[in-house]
């Protein structure tokens, strides 16, 4: 009888500890379903404080020491920074230049164990409506006691968009493309240099050269070339 009751106490025990284990993994799921969903929400929240050039903001979402890296643009170490870039970039007269868009279905979500999580997607990015480059982008969220914020922010892959000539080129003179000449930098594409060749404007990026065609006096399209 001794060892009929061990046995039977035994078996309780493993049924308990089974019942706890399958409670756990119930558990889980659902929480790691909610940080996904939370994730997600907060991108979206994030990139539209990007498009608002809404710096106060977009820079709730990133931790104090946040590091940005860019493939073709400088190294940032903080908040401060990467919101000072944008203040004197992209949002330099107070709205956008450029609009992002997320490509549909690309972003994806990876829990990091003790830590936070992953977000991983492409984007597009568009100027008076008009696409004007790729890209893709994977940022690292930290959950604390402070909530989710991003500690590395990843892009890379830029890509210039292709341009085709339009029908409604017009023809300026030699003096009027003169005043475009020059080095710029982009926030996106890095350096720019435009060179006047033969009452000609060429264009020339990181991977990218063509020719720039007048549409109006200040608005130009571009043929281009992949080196």
């Known amino acids: 009888?001794?060892?009929?009751?061990?046995?039977?106490?035994?078996?309780?025990?493993?049924?308990?500890?089974?019942?706890?284990?399958?409670?756990?993994?119930?558990?889980?799921?659902?929480?790691?379903?909610?940080?996904?969903?939370?994730?997600?929400?907060?991108?979206?929240?994030?990139?539209?404080?990007?498009?608002?050039?809404?710096?106060?903001?977009?820079?709730?979402?990133?931790?104090?020491?946040?590091?940005?890296?860019?493939?073709?643009?400088?190294?940032?170490?903080?908040?401060?920074?990467?919101?000072?870039?944008?203040?004197?970039?992209?949002?330099?007269?107070?709205?956008?230049?450029?609009?992002?868009?997320?490509?549909?279905?690309?972003?994806?979500?990876?829990?990091?164990?003790?830590?936070?999580?992953?977000?991983?997607?492409?984007?597009?990015?568009?100027?008076?409506?008009?696409?004007?480059s790729t890209a893709a982008f994977s940022h690292i969220w930290r959950l604390s006691a402070n909530g989710w914020h991003m500690t590395r922010v990843i892009s890379y892959d830029h890509q210039e968009a292709k341009f085709n000539a339009s029908s409604t080129a017009i023809k300026l003179s030699n003096n009027q493309l003169e005043e475009y000449a020059g080095k710029y930098k982009s926030t996106y594409s890095g350096l720019i240099t435009i060179t006047l060749i033969e009452n000609e404007l060429l264009i020339e990026t990181t991977g990218v050269s063509g020719k720039l065609i007048p549409e109006t006096i200040n608005q130009f399209s571009r043929t281009c070339i992949n080196k």
């Not at 756990?24 to 909610?34: D, E």
């Not at 991108?43 to 809404?54: G, L, R």
């Not at 709730?60 to 990467?82: C, I, M, R």
Request: hydrophobic residues 40%; aromatic residues 12%.
């Open 1 to 132: 009888m001794g060892s009929f009751y061990l046995i039977e106490s035994d078996t309780n025990m493993k049924k308990l500890k089974l019942i706890l284990l399958f409670s756990l993994l119930i558990g889980l799921a659902p929480t790691a379903q909610a940080d996904e969903n939370t994730l997600r929400k907060l991108d979206a929240k994030f990139w539209q404080a990007f498009n608002a050039c809404d710096l106060k903001d977009l820079k709730k979402y990133l931790a104090d020491d946040v590091e940005f890296f860019h493939n073709k643009n400088d190294y940032s170490s903080s908040s401060d920074s990467v919101i000072k870039s944008m203040k004197d970039n992209l949002c330099a007269s107070g709205q956008n230049i450029l609009k992002r868009e997320e490509v549909e279905q690309s972003l994806k979500y990876y829990p990091l164990k003790a830590y936070g999580a992953l977000l991983m997607g492409q984007h597009r990015f568009y100027q008076k409506d008009r696409l004007v």
